[in-house]
């Protein structure tokens, strides 16, 4: 197992920066995803930390040695890094045992140890007996676990996984989702995952580190992510934060502020240190706002109810912010319709701090 550090790194592409001066260190044994939209510089960090690009500056390091900088440089097949990818990468000429057995053999490993670690890696991925099938005999599911078997066999000190569950139907997603934490707690091998799938990264990271345009926007757990995003994409693109301009009035006991949303004064959580200013927002979770046909709040019109089954889609504008449209979820039984005055009483919610970068 091994720590990495990416130290800085940036990649560019003529004079486009795919990765832009990202630092991120994961403890050994830690199983960080790394989740972003599309083009936001995922796969790029996954290939400089593989060895597959170079980096334009900064540096990666495995363990202490430095794989990528101006400090040195290791090639790919020496890093002993192991990656899974979304299409499997599997021979299809090969059976299950040869293609997981593959790096042994190029490595001209004993045969008998060779079979015992196959074996042993088969079973590691609940893949008993199927070592004589050919890829095309084998369902997705267990493709993708043959994958991981075959990284596995070398002993790799970091796995890289890349977006392995993006083939896979949403039933096979969760079970495999369940194999991939148990394979974690099994092994405490030290794991990057990629994604883009805001469920998946958090059901299966100790930390996530959120890429935005390159940038790293945010790298913190799931739990701060989604209670204390550190910038607005961060708060709409987890969960789709309801985001409220506001005005920083002063700072209250450690950790709050008081601040005006929509002409009423309120007190929200922020991070310490925060000073009166205008032109802040304020990120709320649904469980934060009561709507209701006539309690206490901001007057404003239900523009739609989307009932989803349990719950339902409400769009609502408030009067005194007439060009808001605040979208958020209500669990049944939902009293509000569309076209309806109602009120919105906003109970709490987190100040988006003033740097907004990387924090
Ligand atoms: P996706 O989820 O769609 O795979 P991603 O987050 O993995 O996206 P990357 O594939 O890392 O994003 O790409 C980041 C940006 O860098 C994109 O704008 C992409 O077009 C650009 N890029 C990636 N590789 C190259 C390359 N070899 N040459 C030029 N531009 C590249």
Same mark, same amino acid.
């Given at each position: 197992m091994a720590r990495l550090t990416l130290d800085h790194v940036t990649k560019s592409f003529a004079d486009f920066?795919?990765?832009?001066?990202v630092s991120i260190d994961v403890g050994d044994g830690e199983f960080l995803a790394v989740l972003g939209p599309s083009g936001c510089g995922k796969t790029t960090l996954l290939r400089l930390v593989a060895g597959f690009e170079k980096v334009t500056s900064g540096e990666i390091r495995i363990g202490s040695d430095v794989v990528s900088g101006k400090g040195g440089s290791v090639a790919p097949e020496k890093r002993r890094v192991g990656i899974v990818f979304q299409n499997y990468a599997l021979w299809p000429h090969m059976t299950v045992a040869e293609n997981i057995g593959y790096s042994l053999k190029v490595a001209k490993l004993d045969k008998a140890v060779a079979r015992r670690k196959v074996e042993d890696a088969l079973a590691l991925v609940n893949l008993?007996?199927?070592?004589?099938?050919?890829? #095309? &005999? %084998?369902?997705g599911g267990q493709r993708q676990r043959v994958a991981l078997a075959r990284c596995l066999v070398a002993a790799p000190s970091l796995v890289l996984f890349d977006e392995?569950? #993006? &083939? %896979?139907?949403v039933h096979l997603r969760a079970s495999m989702e369940d194999e991939f934490a148990a394979f974690h707690k099994r092994t405490g091998t030290t794991i990057v995952y990629i994604t883009h799938d805001q469920a998946e990264a958090m059901a299966l990271a100790d930390r996530i580190a959120v890429m935005d345009g390159g940038r790293l926007a945010q790298l913190a757990t799931p739990r701060e992510l989604y209670h204390e995003p550190a910038n607005e994409m961060v708060a709409s693109f987890i969960s789709q934060g309801i985001l409220l301009p506001a005005d920083v009035l002063s700072a209250e006991q450690a950790g709050h502020c008081k601040v005006r949303v929509l002409g009423t004064e309120l007190v929200v959580r922020c991070r310490a240190g925060e000073r009166p200013r205008a032109g802040a927002k304020i990120c709320c979770r649904a469980s934060d706002l009561d709507v209701s046909?006539?309690?206490?709040?901001f007057d404003g019109l239900v523009k739609r109810v989307i009932y989803q089954g349990g719950a339902a889609r409400i769009e609502f504008t408030p009067v005194a912010g007439a060009d808001l449209i605040l979208h958020f979820e209500q669990p049944d039984p939902v009293v509000l319709e569309s076209g309806a005055q109602a009120r919105l009483r906003i109970r709490s919610g987190w100040l988006i701090p003033a740097a907004g970068g990387a924090w």
């Open positions: 920066d795919a990765v832009k001066d008993q007996g199927l070592g004589d099938r050919r890829p #095309a &005999n %084998l369902s392995p569950l #993006a &083939n %896979l139907d046909p006539d309690g206490p709040g």
